[in-house]
């Protein structure tokens, strides 16, 4: 955590450093002012709902997902000592998994496959038995159709599961967002509708994996050209790819 003061406000970073969620409750050294929690991945920001003034201190709990985190803003000022009224997160609850297949098409230009392959489940590009998978780097969109029976007026998220290295969710022709960062969730809630949607995800690797497969080629065969020659034939690959599950969730 870190701390930061100016003209009346105070900033709190806080940061999880486990790989795993945590609630944590947190003794801030201010008083006289109500805390506001911004998330710095969604931009989202919201005045706590929970906290209390304590011995010149401010006390609340907060939750963070693994290796998240959030800042602490506290700029109002307030007499009271005390809210009590929900919780300063929200809880997330898992709607629906989208399963099945997936078409997938990779780009030609960056020695990929010329037509759109079938993945029957989502897996690592590196475990692929076509080369042209195995040492891809680039972009590759995952695209499916999907029935949505599910609840409104509440905010609806997808979650991708776990994405190397990050990921442009699109429903319905919709940009719902960037995912970068573990959890892997995107807001679809103005994009999704009752019935059937469309869902396009396109993901993005580093140039690794094409580095370690050029390092195999002749020159004149390669695909990447750098003007520092990097030593990759025994550099392992990296994962890469959608490696699901993909999940509706809705928070509450």
Not at 100 to 125: H, I, M, R, Y
Not at 132 to 157: D, L, P
Not at 161 to 188: E, H, M, S
Request: net charge positive; charged share 20%.
């Amino acid at each position: 955590w870190t701390h930061r003061a100016a003209n009346g406000t105070d900033i709190y970073f806080v940061s999880n450093q486990k790989d795993s969620a945590r609630t944590i409750h947190l003794s801030l050294r201010v008083s006289g002012r109500i805390p506001e929690i911004w998330n710095p991945v969604t931009a989202e920001t919201f005045l706590a709902k929970t906290w209390q003034i304590k011995n010149g201190r401010t006390e609340l709990p907060v939750s963070l997902d693994q290796n998240a985190s959030l800042f602490i803003v506290l700029q109002q000022s307030t007499k009271l000592t005390a809210s009590s009224s929900g919780k300063n997160w929200k809880e997330i609850k898992q709607l629906q998994t989208i399963d099945g297949s997936w078409k997938v098409q990779f780009n030609p230009s960056l020695g990929g496959p010329k037509e759109a392959v079938t993945f029957n489940s989502l897996t690592d590009w590196t475990q692929h038995a076509d080369s042209a998978i195995r040492y891809y780097s680039g972009t590759a969109v995952y695209s499916k159709t999907f029935n949505y029976h599910g609840q409104k007026g509440k905010s609806v998220w997808l979650n991708i599961g776990t994405v190397n290295n990050l990921a442009q969710v699109f429903v319905n022709g919709k940009n719902c967002g960037v995912a970068w960062t573990a959890p892997y969730r995107v807001d679809i809630s103005k994009a999704v509708k009752e019935g059937k949607n469309t869902l396009q995800i396109e993901v993005v690797n580093t140039w690794n994996n094409r580095l370690v497969g050029d390092s195999h080629l002749p020159k004149e065969k390669r695909i990447t050209y750098t003007a520092y020659p990097f030593k990759m034939e025994d550099k392992p690959l990296l994962p890469a790819g959608l490696l699901g599950s993909v999940v509706i969730e809705v928070a509450q």
